[in-house]
């Protein structure tokens, strides 16, 4: 059989992109060399998907081109993705920051995105072997299979114990696009022996205004037995540089918090004032790295002040991530400047399409990396419909 249209990788963009393209008369093959289809969307949001965010924005996600995803996005928003959703009868729920999850399980999201397939009679094969890509004649030749489109929709390097590979890069600098050098985004913090004293706090969750680079995030902070993880650094990690410093502001208004505190307990220590806002062992860590050795009562201002300082600007210096093991994407990758906005197509390569996680659009936590993946993978699907039309 023939095909309008290869797709490489099985994944949410992928997916989505040949149920598109299928169902308005394309015929499309779907390779990947999973054995199972949508592996990372069945992980996702702990087996309940994270699957759209309702306050998806374009300033929600990071580019070398911030405008490039303005596009897809507004021609497939959160809103359509949910009708979907709502199509196939799944039962879904908001969490929190507008993230939307399935009230059950992800298989059900796959299980959706499967039937749409199956609607556009999408050709899927897993188990797939790539080898080699040539293209000749208008054609690109791939796994014994030929089509005059290929779309790379194979993801990002995060997660390789998961099948996850940078093909998607190979392939694009095989064809001339430049890539973007990718990164871990999502990722935890390694912290140095500067910060030891954070590995007595292993575990503890509080809640902070994580900041690096100016972008800044008010969520979550967990302490590792590596050094800082949680929504909020997973979060500042996407504006992250090797060097930078990420700053917490741990115990908002610490100022007027410490303050009356001497007046009402001017025999304490400092751990005592900040046991009544924070947890016990971080109350102790804080204090330590504050090293403040008087009763509160014969603190002066400035010495509070100072104290207070230190916790609405407690910073470290990572010593880097827990790398692509951990990451829960990979910032970088295809450059945007290669491909048009509207299409996902490489302006110097005609009918070759790169979308997803490949591309180097990279979301927030919480539902936005979803949402690229199905936006982008609708603009290739209707422009694969198109040029076979
Ligand atoms: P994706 O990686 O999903 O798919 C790529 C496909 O290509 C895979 O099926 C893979 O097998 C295949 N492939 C790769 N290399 C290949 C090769 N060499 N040959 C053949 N096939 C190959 N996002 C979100 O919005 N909400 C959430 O809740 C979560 N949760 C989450 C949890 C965890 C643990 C991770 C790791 C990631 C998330 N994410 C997320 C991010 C989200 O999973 C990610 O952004 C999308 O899956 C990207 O979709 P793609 O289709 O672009 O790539």
Not at 151 to 165: D, E, L, Q
């Amino acid at each position: 059989m023939t095909h309008d249209a290869i797709i490489l990788g099985a994944g949410g963009a992928g997916l989505m992109a040949a149920a598109v393209a299928g169902q308005a008369g394309a015929k499309v093959l779907v390779l990947d060399h999973a054995d199972r289809p949508g592996k990372k969307i069945l992980i996702s949001g702990g087996g309940r998907c994270n699957f759209t965010n309702l306050g998806v924005e374009p300033q929600c996600f990071l580019s070398d081109n911030p405008h490039f995803a303005k596009s897809a996005l507004s021609r497939y928003t959160q809103w359509d993705f949910l009708a979907l959703v709502e199509k196939h009868g799944i039962a879904w729920h908001e969490k929190t920051l507008g993230q939307l999850f399935c009230d059950d399980s992800a298989r059900q999201i796959v299980r959706m995105l499967l039937d749409e397939c199956a609607k556009g009679g999408v050709d899927i094969r897993l188990s797939a072997r790539l080898g080699e890509i040539t293209h000749a004649d208008g054609r690109f030749h791939v796994a014994g299979h030929s089509a005059p489109q290929l779309v790379i929709a194979t993801g990002g390097p995060s997660i390789p114990k998961m099948g996850a590979s940078g093909v998607a890069y190979d392939i694009a600098r095989q064809f001339g696009l430049n890539v973007i050098a990718p990164r871990p985004a999502l990722v935890p913090f390694t912290l140095g022996a500067q910060d030891n004293l954070f590995k007595e706090v292993t575990g503890i969750a509080t809640p902070a205004t994580a900041r690096v680079n100016g972008a800044s995030f008010d969520e979550a902070v967990l302490f590792t037995h590596k050094g800082l993880s949680g929504p909020a650094i997973l979060q500042v990690s996407s504006y992250w540089h090797p060097g930078d410093a990420v700053s917490l502001d741990i115990l908002p208004r610490a100022a007027e918090l410490l303050r009356d505190a001497r007046r009402r307990m001017p025999r304490a220590h400092l751990k005592a004032a900040l046991a009544e806002h924070l947890p016990n062992r971080l109350a102790d860590a804080l204090a330590t790295r504050i090293g403040l050795a008087t009763e509160l009562g014969n603190a002066s201002d400035a010495t509070l002040d100072a104290a207070a300082d230190t916790l609405t600007n407690l910073t470290f210096r990572p010593t880097g991530t827990e790398g692509y093991a951990k990451a829960e994407v990979t910032a970088g990758g295809i450059d945007t400047a290669e491909l048009s906005s509207k299409t996902m197509e490489a302006r110097g390569v005609p009918g070759l399409y790169a979308i997803g996680e490949a591309v180097d659009v990279t979301g927030w936590l919480g539902g936005y990396n979803f949402q690229w993946a199905w936006s982008s993978g609708v603009a290739a699907g209707q422009a694969i419909a198109a040029r076979a039309g």
